[in-house]
C-alpha cells in the first residue's frame, strides 16, 4: 500500500520516482524496492515530509483513488 501511495502522490506532483529519491537523499531504486519490503520509518519519514504528509497516510487509505 506504502508504495501505491507514493505513487500516486508522485503522480499528482509530477515527479519521479527517482527525482523524489534524490531530492529526500534515498539511493536509487529505494522506494521500488519497498514493493517487497517495509521501509524503515526514517525512510518513510523523508517521503512524508516532502509531500507534507503523515506516515499513516501514506500506509493508510489508498491515495490513488483520491483526488
Given amino acids: 500500500m506504502i ?4 505513487l500516486a502522490l508522485c503522480k499528482k ?9 534524490k531530492e529526500v537523499g534515498l539511493g536509487n531504486g529505494t522506494i521500488s524496492s ?5 521501509p524503515s520509518v526514517e525512510n518513510a519519514n ?3 515530509k516532502f509531500f507534507g ?3 499513516d497516510s501514506l500506509q493508510g487509505e489508498d491515495l490513488s483513488t483520491v483526488g
Fill in 34 to 38: 519497498w514493493a517487497k519490503r517495509s
Fill in 46 to 48: 523523508k517521503v512524508a
Fill in 13 to 21: 506532483h509530477n515527479i519521479a520516482i527517482s527525482k523524489l529519491e
Fill in 53 to 55: 504528509v503523515t506516515i
Fill in 3 to 6: 508504495l501505491r501511495n507514493i
